[in-house]
T-cell receptor
Framework: DAKTTQPPSMDCAEGRAANLPCNHS???????VYWYRQIHSQGPQYIIH???NNETNEMASLIITEDRKSSTLILPHATLRDTAVYYC?????????????FGSGTQLTVLP | SQTIHQWPATLVQPVGSPLSLECTVE??????LYWYRQAAGRGLQLLFY??????ISSEVPQNLSASRPQDRQFILSSKKLLLSDSGFYLC????????????FGSGTRLTVV
């Protein structure tokens, strides 16, 4: 799986958009970009994933650059409950069952 | 709908004692099952995964073992716990094939004293 790079921490004001970047410059054509988050002392929670088109669901939007070497997770109106570690992961759709490697993620702190 | 159950939520065990953590999945069949561990302030480390009953793949050599006696049951065990086994243990499942995401359980916080 391709390696990802994320900033270790970010702050965001409550009610504002939180934009979390991720670099995956070695991504392959068959690899998806997944985002998970982990609220303190809980299991990781799936947020969104995409291949090359931008994606949106009830939780967030995922913007993938045209060359697919980076992506941005957008939480449109951050709340205090969005404070968590956010993980960006790339994984091949045809990858073996083992492949979900978490990096160190970005600690997002939403400030009141 | 699919749900994943993991218990107990917290556990304090003495060094040298045995361990058994259980994870069950409901609402799906033939899932891929995973055990992860997260040490304090660290990332998630894949310990074991299983693609079917009785099929276990180990990622990290250690004094832990895993078993899958039934399609939707995944058990993490140890005969003798070490202090270094302390951590947050997470079970996860995923549908076989495709671009499905992973669903994690609520975790077990194990403290070995």
């Amino acid at each position: 799986d391709a390696k990802t790079t994320q900033p270790p921490s970010m702050d965001c004001a409550e009610g504002r958009a939180a934009n979390l970047p991720c670099n995956h410059s070695t991504i392959s054509g068959n690899e998806y970009v997944y985002w998970y988050r982990q609220i303190h002392s809980q299991g990781p929670q799936y947020i969104i994933h995409g291949l090359k088109n931008n994606e949106t669901n009830e939780m967030a939007s995922l913007i993938i650059t045209e060359d697919r070497k980076s992506s941005t997770l957008i939480l449109p109106h951050a709340t205090l409950r969005d404070t968590a570690v956010y993980y960006c992961i790339v994984r091949a759709i045809s990858g073996s069952a083992r492949q979900l490697t978490f990096g160190s993620g970005t600690q997002l702190t939403v400030l009141p | 709908s699919q749900t994943i159950h993991q218990w107990p939520a917290t556990l304090v065990q003495p060094v040298g004692s045995p361990l058994s953590l259980e994870c069950t999945v409901e609402g799906t069949s033939n899932p891929n099952l995973y055990w992860y561990r997260q040490a304090a302030g660290r990332g998630l480390q894949l310990l074991f995964y299983s693609v079917g009953i009785g099929q276990i793949s180990s990622e990290v050599p250690q004094n832990l073992s895993a078993s899958r006696p039934q399609d939707r049951q995944f058990i993490l065990s140890s005969k003798k716990l070490l202090l270094s086994d302390s951590g947050f243990y997470l079970c996860a499942w995923r549908r076989t094939g495709g671009d499905y995401g992973y669903t994690f359980g609520s975790g077990t916080r194990l403290t070995v004293v």
